[in-house]
């Protein structure tokens, strides 16, 4: 365990930081399943301009690297794009 308190301060941060990371996560894993899931190609356009925004906030933060943000946002819309 961390003995010095600027230690034990980054200890605290780091604690805080992995729980917002991990809730952002499984937010994004989420809506990137709600694109892949949807029936009908309206319906699907719009849940990917939500995911595509929400991608891009998530790599501004640096929580996914932002090829990782490019490439998620790449293959879904090739996919949205095969539907009819």
């Known amino acids: 365990m961390a003995q010095h308190p600027s230690a034990l301060k980054r200890a605290r941060a780091s ?45 501004a933060k640096g929580i996914i690297h932002k090829n990782k943000a490019a490439n998620s946002k790449s293959a879904l819309t090739k996919l949205v794009n095969k539907m009819s």
């Not at 399943?33 to 849940?47: C, I, Q, S, Y």
Request: net charge positive; no cysteine; charged share 45%.
């Open 15 to 59: 604690k805080r930081r992995e729980l917002r990371n991990t809730a952002l996560k499984t937010r994004m894993k989420t809506a990137v399943k709600r694109v892949r899931t949807a029936t009908d190609k309206e319906k699907a356009l719009v849940e990917l301009k939500k995911t595509t925004k929400l991608l891009d906030q998530m790599a």
